[in-house]
């Protein structure tokens, strides 16, 4: 397409030809992208019910261009959408109107591994499992590793906090990043964090990983790398109610087990998962749990027969351990493939990210199997066991009318009952324009103020992912007076 053209389409979009004559001056042609065709597909992240076309991306090489783009945007207050790579399931990454998504896709540079301190030092377009990769020689790896860590970028699980099934023994994304570099909308460079066990002031660093590209752009990470441990298996106990898996759960870890990684995936998810991995997994219990134990020989040895105990003590019909790493593989990539394996099932569906003690994990799958029959939508279930964390798939057919209606509603119910328990709207999807209603069931009005302080203190003109995460007071009034935010 011809420039002027480029231009004209992009001007019906709502960006200015002024706002594309200075970009094209900092950027080159083909990071500009303008043309309705080359926007689309950025016109949503993973949660794919939502969509909205942005006006302009960029796609800026250098951190030079990436300042230069976010100072002008700042002067022309002109709202920006930071992108990694569109994995993320709350909206996170969805354009706004009138705005330009600003893509990292060109920062991929593993800039330094040191074997020595255990750290990494990657641009925010690195993939997570690339991390892994570039340490495996020096026996080092990346601990959390979410689903989409073949194709999710780090800077993305920082914008998330995002976890991963390891999640439970190794911690999310907060717990091992230890100093970012940080571009503000403002285009001013913040070093965040370090390479000391412990840095001065208020821990900014926390602040920043999970803040859903609110506050800041991530412009290169630090992260902790671990000592592969010297064996890893895994045990598969099929339970025949979900009530015993989830007293197995909590047994599991009131006996002072940390596994590596545990996980529980209701039968509907194990179908779903057998059929397209061939996992292995038991399709007659109504329940199955994954649990890892890592280290030592000895150590996993011991672990393994103190679990197998608990599970069996807990009502457990089968339980079968990894006979080989090959073995331990493929469970776990059954239960990382649940995603895709349910979308083959259905035409659409919503995964929500709940997270509740885990006493109530029983009566919260109840609950889900109530609402499945009240919304007439079925649900598949697969989570986080040890920390509580759900992921009900909710599936419908957008093309239907109304479901997607009945889903975001089903959604919102376990949300809510997720508060009322206890728990949290979300543990490792982020907010973005998915939960922000629930927000203000989560938080009173006092703390969403204080919320939106600090973003002003980042942000005062509000340009950088507007509209995500924290409600208005407007929005939140009119929920606590309706019980649903408009």
Same mark, same amino acid.
């Given at each position: ?257 940390? *596994?590596?990684? !545990? =996980? ?5 998810? $194990?179908?779903?998962? &057998?059929?397209? +991995?061939?996992? @292995? ?119 239907? *009318?109304?479901? !997607? =209606? ?5 959604? $919102?119910?376990?949300? &809510?009952?997720? +508060?009322?328990? @206890? ?64």
């Amino acid at each position: 397409m011809m420039d002027a053209e480029r231009k004209a389409d992009s001007r019906q979009a709502g960006v200015s030809a002024a706002a594309i004559a200075a970009l094209s001056a900092i950027l080159p042609r083909r990071c500009l992208l303008a043309a309705a065709e080359e926007r689309r597909p950025y016109e949503c992240d993973g949660l794919t019910a939502f969509r909205q076309l942005p006006d302009l991306v960029l796609l800026p090489e250098t951190e030079a261009q990436l300042i230069a783009v976010l100072k002008l945007c700042h002067q022309l207050k002109l709202p920006v959408v930071a992108r990694g790579a569109g994995t993320g399931l709350s909206g996170g990454a969805t354009p706004v109107a009138a705005g330009v998504v600003l893509s990292l896709a060109k920062f991929m540079t593993i800039l330094e591994i040191d074997p020595l301190a255990r750290t990494a030092r990657v641009q925010p377009g690195v993939r997570n499992l690339a991390i892994s990769e570039a340490a495996a020689p020096y026996g080092l790896y990346y601990a959390p590793d979410p689903s989409s860590q073949i194709a999710c970028t780090i800077g993305g699980n920082i914008a998330e906090n995002a976890g991963g099934v390891h999640c439970l023994k190794y911690g999310l994304t907060v717990h091992n990043v230890i100093g970012l570099r940080v571009a503000t909308m403002a285009g001013e460079v913040l070093e965040i964090g370090g390479a000391a066990l412990d840095a001065p002031g208020y821990d900014l660093l926390a602040l920043l990983i999970g803040s859903e590209g609110m506050l800041g752009v991530v412009l290169e990470a630090t992260v902790k790398l671990t000592p592969k441990p010297l064996l890893a298996r895994v045990l598969m106990a099929s339970f025949a109610e979900v009530a015993q898996a989830g007293r197995a759960v909590a047994a599991i870890i009131g006996a002072g087990i940390i *596994p590596a990684g !545990l =996980e529980m995936m209701d039968r509907a998810a $194990t179908a779903a998962v &057998e059929a397209f +991995v061939h996992a @292995g997994y038991d399709l007659e219990a109504e329940t199955i749990l994954l649990a890892e134990s890592d280290g030592t020989p000895e150590e996993v040895g011991d672990e393994i027969e103190a679990m197998r105990k608990v599970l069996e003590d807990s009502g457990a019909s089968e339980v079968r351990v990894s006979r080989d790493e090959a073995e331990r593989l493929k469970f776990w990539a059954g239960r990382k493939a649940a995603f895709p394996a349910v979308g083959r099932i259905t035409p659409d569906y919503i995964c929500m990210d709940g997270t509740i003690p885990r006493k109530h994990i029983a009566a919260m799958l109840t609950r889900i199997q109530e609402f499945s029959r009240e919304f007439g939508l079925r649900c598949a279930n697969v989570f986080h066991a040890g920390d509580g964390n759900l992921h009900p798939l909710i599936m419908f057919d957008a093309s239907q *009318p109304g479901e !997607l =209606e009945r889903a975001t509603a089903f959604g $919102t119910r376990i949300l &809510e009952l997720s +508060v009322e328990m @206890g728990g949290t709207i979300t543990g490792e999807h982020g907010v973005g324009i998915e939960k922000v209603q629930q927000m203000c069931a989560q938080f009173s009005a006092t703390e969403l103020e204080l919320f939106r302080g600090i973003k002003s203190a980042f942000d005062p003109f509000a340009l950088l992912n507007p509209g995500k995460v924290v409600p208005t007071p407007r929005r939140c009034s009119e929920y606590r007076l309706t019980g649903s935010a408009k």
